[in-house]
């Protein structure tokens, strides 16, 4: 339902900008939408929730689909491209609370409380700061999740996406925002990406309106910083990117799995050029997977330098040693 909703949400922007075109919405399962008894971390495939969708895709069955950010791997494969990033949702992660719940924090929760997650990620930070409440996996799409939250006793509260709540229309449901001191949150997390045939100019020209600038520069950032940890949904890499008065602010983490070994650092850096005309071969660059012609190039480079100059940062002072120990009790 959630992806249903976020593709009519992104043909409906299509449609306004060209009224002439004819939009049909071709619905699809993915590997990732049907392996629902395994924590997505353990199944080990890169395009869990893509692979499906890009076969449409290249057979020209489809011209466009619509992701999350946050599933696309940072390496796209050949022939592909993100040819949209739109505008941000907020991008913070939200706790929801069972109904007996309803009114606290997860700082007033009973110990031992039991609170469901499938993401590393969460799980690691927030055992940190709650360690007297319990993680425990669950999966799902949206209405999966909120069903056995809310009719079994099985979970005090679970932790998703506050971007996803918004675009269903259930804000009444989010008890709690994770501040980025709370919890980092997800490359790309909060945004959608329209991905497209890298050599089919009509249709990359046509979804390009989509940009949204500062979306743009903060995930080619963040997806920088996470494909030079090489990073994925197997170890916990973390996140927050802010646009002010020209400066682009990255903050990375990396995080053992129980949390208690972890390096955070910000960085920043200048975006502020001025778009320039590119007429030439310089037009279809990809800067982590995106196709960004409306954004200026010089910028697009520097969010991408920052992403890897942080990641660097943090190689530097022993992240590749947590993540791959993370990794290896994962896949444990």
Same mark, same amino acid.
């Given at each position: 339902?959630?992806? +249903? ?31 629902? @008894?395994?924590?997505?971390? *353990? ?16 057979? %020209? ?13 940072? /390496? ?5 491209? #993100?040819?949209?990033?739109?505008? +941000? ?8 609370? &069972? ?38 996996? #669950?999966?799902? %799409? ?11 006793? @099985?979970?005090? =509260? ?13 804000? %009444? ?26 050599? @089919? ?18 995930? #080619? ?38 949390? /208690? ?31 960004? *012609?409306?954004?200026?190039?010089? =910028? ?15 190689? /530097?002072?022993? =992240? *590749? &040693? #947590? ?8 896949? =444990?």
């Amino acid at each position: 339902q959630l992806a +249903r909703v976020q593709t009519d949400s992104i043909v409906e922007m299509l449609r306004e900008l060209y009224p002439d075109l004819n939009f049909e919405i071709v619905a699809m399962a993915t590997t990732g939408d049907k392996i629902l @008894d395994t924590a997505l971390s *353990k199944i080990g495939e890169k395009s869990l929730f893509t692979k499906e969708l890009e076969t449409a895709l290249e057979k %020209n069955e489809v011209d466009l689909v619509v992701h999350s950010l946050k599933d696309l791997p940072t /390496s796209l494969p050949p022939g592909f491209t #993100i040819g949209a990033v739109c505008k +941000r949702e907020n991008p913070l992660d939200a706790v929801v609370f &069972h109904p007996k719940n309803c009114g606290k924090t997860l700082s007033l929760l009973p110990e031992k409380s039991v609170i469901g997650t499938s993401s590393l990620r969460r799980a690691a930070q927030l055992k940190k700061k709650f360690p007297q409440l319990e993680f425990r996996d #669950i999966r799902g %799409n949206l209405n999966t999740r909120l069903k056995k939250l809310d009719e079994k006793e @099985d979970f005090s =509260a679970i932790i998703l996406a506050a971007a996803g709540l918004k675009r269903m229309g259930w804000d %009444n449901r989010i008890g709690q925002l994770l501040s980025p001191e709370d919890c980092l949150y997800a490359v790309g997390q909060g945004a959608l990406a329209v991905e497209v045939r890298a050599k @089919d100019q009509e249709i990359l020209n046509m979804v390009s309106a989509l940009h949204d600038a500062d979306t743009v520069l903060c995930c #080619i950032a963040e997806r920088a910083f996470m494909k030079h940890l090489e990073g994925g949904c197997s170890v916990p890499v973390a996140v927050n990117s802010m646009l002010k008065d020209g400066q682009l602010y990255l903050t990375g983490a990396v995080y053992s799995l129980d949390g /208690s070994d972890s390096l955070k650092e910000t960085m920043q850096t200048s975006v502020n050029y001025p778009q320039q005309s590119e007429d030439g071969p310089n037009d279809d660059v990809q800067h982590v997977g995106i196709t960004a *012609k409306n954004v200026p190039s010089k =910028a697009q480079e520097a969010a991408e330098s920052l992403g890897v100059e942080l990641a660097s940062l943090l190689q /530097s002072k022993g =992240a *590749k &040693h #947590i993540l791959s120990v993370a990794r290896q009790l994962n896949d =444990a």
